[in-house]
């Protein structure tokens, strides 16, 4: 079946500019989980959704980032005045349940976010 | 804090040889551990988990870990390297509040030699 997609897979853009990044889960899957992956770096979390509600969002480095799930399916992650330091791949994951700890994180490919 | 450690940033093995990562961890209580690979342009994809039981854990192609608390350490292992198996290769745990947040290490980069 289909698995994570994310779109687009490649964002340039300039310091200061506004951008949206898409994440769709797996058909059914209830959890939708950002992460940040910044170059020779392990993947940093953002946020989870469970359902249309940001269950955690402790992982937002600061009110620039802001992400939504509004009918609990896709998710957008969104980036106000973007800085040079937001350049990383965007990673995103769904899970079945978001029961913790058995369910699975399955990962998109992620979206290449450079600020220019 | 939970923190996981790869002590290793980059190994090069030869083709046909056996390979362990090494992974580390810093957890108050049972930790529950994973361990991803990451190819050029893909997603991450999940190799192998540990949650309780058998400390030996087995998973895809022909990885297996094993969970050792004395030493904090969850090791990667497979006993024959193939060129296909060149990526980076994630550990990674729970963080705090039981909400599925992953922490990783910072990843190992396996090249392989023919």
């Known amino acids: 079946g289909a698995g994570v997609s994310q779109t687009p897979s490649n964002k340039v853009t300039e310091k200061g500019k506004y951008v949206e990044l898409r994440c769709d889960p797996i058909?059914?899957?209830?959890?939708l989980y950002w992460y940040r992956q910044s170059l020779g770096q392990g993947p940093e979390f953002l946020i989870y959704f469970q359902g249309t509600g940001a269950a955690d969002d402790s992982g937002l480095p600061n009110d620039r980032f802001f992400a939504v799930r509004p009918e609990g399916s896709v998710s957008t992650l969104k980036i106000q005045r973007t800085e040079r330091g937001d350049s990383a791949v965007y990673l995103c994951?769904?899970?079945?349940?978001?029961?913790?700890?058995?369910?699975?994180?399955?990962f998109g490919p992620g979206t290449r976010l450079t600020v220019l | 804090a939970q923190s996981v450690t790869q002590p290793d940033i980059h190994i090069t093995v030869s083709e046909g040889a056996s390979l362990e990562l090494r992974c580390n961890y810093s957890?108050?209580?049972?930790?529950?551990l994973f361990w991803y690979v990451q190819s050029p342009g893909q997603g991450l994809q999940l190799l192998l988990k540990?949650?309780?039981?058998?400390?030996l854990v087995q998973g895809i192609k022909g990885f297996e870990a094993e969970f050792k608390r004395s030493q904090s350490s969850f090791n990667l292992r497979k006993p024959s390297v193939h060129w296909s198996d060149a990526a980076e290769y994630f550990c990674?745990?729970?963080?705090?509040?039981?909400?599925?947040?992953?922490?990783f290490g910072q990843g190992t980069t396996l090249q392989v030699k023919p």
């Open positions: 990674a745990g729970y963080g705090s509040g039981n909400t599925g947040k992953l922490i």
């Open positions: 994951a769904s899970s079945l349940t978001g029961v913790f700890p058995t369910d699975t994180q399955y």
């Open positions: 540990y949650f309780s039981g058998d400390t």
């Open positions: 957890y108050g209580a049972t930790p529950y």
């Open positions: 058909s059914g899957h209830t959890a």
